[in-house]
């Protein structure tokens, strides 16, 4: 039987989350689910709310193996890094509630390990998500940084497995 992962990559945001759910089988990545989050003009309070809830939906129906969450950035304007901080929580007391395993990440090194440049634009990211995932990138922005975060997540943890492995009885040629 032909070992599964399915990883959620969350981009949190306070006016717009993105979400992305990629299976691994055998090395070959599929497109689960991907999507965003549009609160609209509610209070911060029901905007959280919604992202909690979702994240759990998303948790509840697809259990995934782990989720890769964007980490906060420092920003200029200090209000909203403190509202994507408050994004982030909400994403990550969902992960909590429900024992999932999360994992952050930079944007930059998101960017450098799917695309080779840390400075990579939006749309070379949601092209080379695409390229990796065998579809047509259709999604809004914020899912195809999420996307990438899931992607990322399923490299890094092949690359530390392949590492674990090796210092465990492997000998270097």
């Known amino acids: 039987m032909a070992m599964e992962r399915i990883i959620l990559g969350v981009d949190p945001g306070s006016r717009c989350m993105g979400y992305g759910l990629v299976r691994e089988r055998s090395g070959v990545l599929s497109l689960v689910e991907a999507g965003v989050v549009r609160p609209g003009e509610e209070a911060m309070s029901a905007r959280l709310g919604l992202m909690y809830t979702r994240?759990?939906?998303?948790?509840?129906?697809?259990?995934?193996?782990?989720?890769?969450?964007?980490?906060?950035?420092?920003?200029?304007?200090?209000?909203?890094?403190?509202?994507?901080?408050?994004?982030?929580?909400?994403?990550?007391?969902?992960?909590?509630?429900?024992?999932?395993?999360?994992?952050?990440?930079?944007?930059?090194?998101?960017?450098?390990?799917?695309?080779?440049?840390?400075?990579?634009?939006?749309?070379?990211?949601?092209?080379?998500?695409?390229?990796l995932l065998g579809v047509k990138p259709d999604w809004a922005e914020d899912a195809g940084d999420a996307l990438a975060l899931a992607i990322c997540h399923l490299n890094h943890s092949r690359f530390l497995a392949a590492v674990?492995?090796?210092?465990?009885g492997a000998t270097r040629l």
Not at 106 to 119: D, H
Not at 164 to 168: P, R, S
Request: proline share 2%; charged share 15%.
């Open 164 to 168: 674990a492995a090796g210092q465990n």
């Open 55 to 131: 994240i759990s939906e998303l948790l509840h129906a697809h259990s995934p193996h782990a989720v890769a969450v964007e980490n906060v950035f420092f920003a200029r304007n200090s209000a909203s890094a403190l509202k994507l901080g408050q994004a982030r929580g909400a994403v990550l007391a969902a992960c909590g509630v429900h024992g999932a395993e999360v994992f952050g990440y930079e944007p930059t090194l998101v960017k450098k390990s799917l695309v080779g440049a840390g400075r990579a634009e939006k749309s070379q990211v949601s092209f080379m998500v695409g390229q």
